[in-house]
């Protein structure tokens, strides 16, 4: 079937009366007494169009002759019967606002009309996430395309075509008619089909976009080519920065794991975390990317999400909060959203430092339990490789010139390279500072508590530890003072669902986790530890009940498992996608997920390429692939904090010293009683500001047209 509708809004508009007809198009038989409805298809909520044109589907009563009309004109030209009684068409030259997309019918009884109102938005975006970054640099050069200018960094599109050679390497092709010697194939439905790849690219949402897919002649929306499976990869790429640039870099389309098997493969430079830390403006994105790609190569059954790290967050996130972007999800190495990471990464910045001061006489065994990872090294990583992300400019990409960088002297309005600064239209700005609201905080947060608890550290050392951590100012420099979030902050994220809920799309959502353990030797100052899996599986088991929903399956960081993976879980999530898309029960969309899940698709690991063990995984882990693949915390689990880590700010209680099963000396109670002045975190009871999402499908508005409203305002 075509992707699932999303589930708030009702895209299928039906209306009968008796009209004049216009022109006509002839449908094959359909099923008798249907009623005639019209429809969007590249993009199902019909408000959030864009690029000026829609794929549209009609559907009308038995046997009778069809006329489609778009603000008046009459465009029954571009339809195409279907095999399924359906006519689809590309209706193109939308203006910007509303339009009216109308159906007609004659003949065999009463005659009827059916219309729908389409919101068409500028191919260069904004469609729902509000007021985009400027200055904005370009890079569209890195792709191989013209040179733009900004804000809004358009090139023209661009098809260039590749071959897959006998040897196993990909390599450009000038003619796609061309059938060169050493020309491999690709096998699509069980049919051998020429191994050559069309490759577009061009600028979508101010990001450069890529859609690769196997070619045996030009695209059609309405006439899909039969070496496509009809079904999309869509890629994420990782990291998290603020933005300010275009990025040279999409998640990567050229895969031979789904060109070889019909799948086409689409992605942009803003589905890149690295190049934009923001799920909202990486699901609008995709949305367009996605959109754009059905009006040319026809409807998808279904899109599945792939990538890691930075690519997972994108996936869970907006999964989470604009379903039906991504049908299924394989997000790899993965986290839950940006916030919940950042708690852990500031700490390892404050806690190297107080390491390397007053905390020197600190063992590796101390340092290692005081963090929760695995090894120390883990701490070390997070510092050098993204504490920068909460400093003005230490990370700011080299697109962004020097000049154009904040300076609290000489350019206090420059570029501010915190990642924060993609999250504005969500949490406002500090009028006081200038920088974005943040949600990162540290009061109350008992460092190294539970290493204290195991006799790890001693009494002396926990009150060192807490006396002198301190915290990061709104740049991101350690000061001595504890972080505090900002209030507006922390009611916005939560209301919106940045700090993922897992309450909402996810519990509808088909999820293989694919977790490659970075946490062994030789891997040990890797930041992608494995405990975050099951942080999200605790968020979908305390929002929704179950979890069942989420396989995690684990594998060992060597090429030829991770391909052995990479393999099954396309391979399952496509079979789990297909018996859903399939499933004509009345259940609910969450109760056909939960039951279609393919019997041998579960938990486990990979004793090694060949050998997959199915067994529940649990935190703690156990079994044979717990003791394989064994679970470590993080700096705010040993603080105190539940495994789902969806405390931005905890509520405090009073210091009582009773609550500890160590002596504190005088002296020491009363540093503590300075360091935490309003008392200590109580993890029993819901963070500060924290409640229910208010919704999906969240708009923080259209700035260039007006027409996509704020849900609420800002």
């Not at 949305?287 to 790609?293: I, L, N």
């Not at 799309?505 to 100052?525: K, M, S, V």
């Amino acid at each position: 079937m075509a992707d699932r509708p999303l589930r708030s809004a009702l895209v299928v508009a039906v209306l009968t009366a008796p009209v004049l007809l216009l022109g006509t198009a002839t449908a094959v038989a359909a099923p008798p007494g249907r009623q005639l409805t019209i429809e969007t298809v590249s993009n199902p909520r019909p408000a959030l169009v864009s690029g000026g044109q829609v794929l549209v589907k009609v559907v009308p009563p038995e046997r009778t002759r069809v006329s489609v009309s778009d603000n008046g004109h009459d465009v029954t030209s571009s339809f195409r019967a279907q095999p399924d009684g359906s006519l689809l068409g590309l209706v193109t030259g939308l203006r910007d606002g509303a339009n009216e997309l109308s159906a007609r019918t004659s003949g065999h009884g009463r005659d009827q009309r059916a219309s729908l109102r389409v919101t068409n938005h500028p191919i260069t975006g904004p469609v729902f996430s509000g007021a985009q970054q400027r200055p904005f640099y370009c890079e569209t050069q890195a792709f191989g395309l013209p040179a733009a200018s900004q804000p809004l960094c358009s090139a023209p599109t661009q098809v260039s075509y590749q071959y897959k050679t006998t040897a196993g390497a990909f390599a450009p092709l000038a003619d796609p008619a061309a059938r060169p010697a050493d020309l491999a194939t690709a096998t699509v439905g069980g049919r051998a089909v020429p191994y050559v790849v069309r490759v577009e690219r061009g600028t979508i949402d101010r990001a450069v976009y890529e859609i690769a897919a196997l070619y045996d002649g030009a695209p059609s929306p309405v006439a899909p080519e039969a070496s496509w499976n009809g079904k999309l990869v869509y890629t994420f790429g990782g990291g998290c920065n603020a933005g300010y640039h275009q990025g040279n870099a999409t998640g990567g389309v050229v895969n031979d794991l789904f060109l070889a098997q019909g799948y086409a493969v689409a992605s942009s430079t803003l589905n890149v975390l690295d190049n934009n830390c923001s799920p909202i403006i990486s699901a609008e994105a995709a949305m367009m990317v996605k959109e754009h790609f059905i009006e040319t190569y026809g409807p998808v059954a279904h899109t599945i999400g792939w990538g890691g790290s930075g690519g997972a967050i994108q996936q869970y996130d907006i999964a989470e909060n604009y379903p039906g972007v991504v049908d299924g999800i394989i997000p790899g190495v993965s986290f839950p959203d940006p916030l919940s990471v950042g708690g852990p990464v500031s700490d390892c910045r404050l806690l190297n430092l107080f390491f390397a001061g007053p905390g020197a006489s600190f063992t590796a065994a101390q340092k290692q339990a005081v963090a929760g990872f695995p090894t120390y090294d883990t701490c070390v990583s997070w510092d050098q490789t993204f504490a920068s992300r909460a400093t003005a400019t230490g990370s700011c990409n080299a697109a962004i010139p020097v000049a154009a960088r904040w300076d609290p002297v000489t350019n206090p309005r420059g570029v501010k390279c915190n990642s924060n600064e993609q999250l504005v239209n969500q949490v406002g700005r500090d009028p006081r500072t200038g920088f974005v609201r943040s949600t990162l905080d540290t009061t109350g947060v008992q460092y190294g508590l539970a290493a204290l608890k195991a006799g790890t550290i001693t009494a002396a050392q926990f009150t060192d530890l807490n006396a002198a951590i301190g915290g990061l100012d709104y740049t991101g420099k350690p000061v001595a003072q504890r972080t505090a979030a900002d209030p507006k902050a922390l009611d916005a994220v939560y209301a919106d669902d940045v700090l993922n809920s897992a309450s909402q799309g996810l519990r509808e959502t088909p999820i293989i986790d694919q977790r490659t353990d970075l946490d062994l030797a030789g891997f040990g100052n890797d930041i992608h530890t494995t405990e975050w899996s099951y942080v999200m599986r605790q968020r979908l088991l305390r929002a929704n009940g179950t979890a069942a929903n989420q396989v995690i399956i684990e594998n060992h960081a060597t090429g030829a498992e991770a391909a052995a993976a990479s393999v099954y879980e396309l391979d399952a999530m496509d079979r789990w996608l297909t018996a859903i898309d399939a499933d004509g029960s009345h259940r609910s969309l969450q109760q056909k997920v939960l039951a279609n899940r393919p019997r041998d698709l579960g938990d486990g690991c990979y004793l090694s390429a060949a050998s997959r063990v199915t067994e529940k995984l649990t935190y703690p882990a156990s079994g044979q692939c717990g003791a394989l693949y064994p679970v470590a915390a993080n700096t705010r689990l040993v603080a105190g904090e539940g495994l789902a880590l969806d405390v931005l700010k905890c509520r405090l209680q009073p210091l009582n010293f009773r609550d500890y099963p160590v002596a504190f000396t005088t002296a020491d109670q009363k540093r503590l009683r300075a360091a935490f002045p309003g008392g200590v975190c109580d993890y029993n009871r819901p963070g500060v500001g924290q409640h229910a999402p208010i919704g999906t499908w969240l708009s923080y508005g259209d700035e260039r047209t007006g027409t996509t409203p704020p849900t609420k305002p800002r």
